[in-house]
């Protein structure tokens, strides 16, 4: 007996859609990283930096990695994604940069417990206006800054950086994220060069 032409088609184009979805690429994770330890020495902390919260635009609250296209573009790679939210990750490297680059100050990373928040001698908030890399790999970190006192006095004034960096391969996330990294350890630099002129 014939089969009807749409139901022999409809049999041809399942298994098809089946090998489509299987053929999909796995997604790959990843995260940022902070500054070797190694670097800071041992020293008693004399003092406790409060850091966060930081204001994310909205762009960058997702899982996946975000690429900066022509023309107001932002191109979502579905496959590749971060590990944990970028809004967690970021401040807690730029903390732990600043922590290794200053023996004598220990950082805290926002939300604060009752009995840290107390203790804290200087509070750092940020805005980041931009974290993203270009499709030719070219990475751009736009933050503004300012850092109080204990009592809620301004003693670092509104800051506003920008800090770029180059991956070696704009089309390898692993070496776009490496970028990243970079900007992340410069702002964490200026961060700690004007922390270290305080009293």
């Known amino acids: 007996m014939r089969l009807p032409l749409r139901i022999t088609i409809a049999g041809m184009l399942i298994p098809l859609l089946f090998g489509a979805c299987s053929s999909s690429p796995p997604s790959r994770f990843y995260t940022l990283s902070a500054l070797d330890a190694d670097s800071a020495t041992t020293e008693e902390t004399g003092r406790l930096l409060g850091l966060g919260p930081f204001r994310m635009p909205e762009y960058l609250n997702r899982s996946q990695i975000v690429t900066r296209g022509d023309d107001a573009a932002m191109l979502i790679d579905e496959f590749v994604r971060w590990s944990e939210p970028l809004a967690l990750a970021l401040p807690r490297i730029v903390a732990t940069n600043v ?4 023996a004598d100050t220990g950082v805290a990373v926002f939300p604060f417990e009752p009995i840290i928040r107390d203790q804290l001698d ?12 270009d499709q ?5 970190l736009d933050v503004q800054w300012t850092v109080s006192d204990q009592g809620g006095g301004i003693v670092v004034a509104l800051q506003r950086g920008r800090y770029r960096a180059q991956a070696a391969d704009a089309a390898d996330p692993g070496a776009v994220i490496a970028a990243m ?12 060069d004007r922390l270290e002129s305080l009293p």
């Open 181 to 192: 990294n970079e900007t992340l350890a410069a702002f964490s630099r200026e961060v700690s």
């Open 99 to 102: 922590d290794n680059l200053l």
């Open 136 to 140: 030719r790999g070219q990475v751009v």
């Open 122 to 133: 200087y509070r750092l908030v940020g805005d980041i206006k931009r974290f993203d890399a």
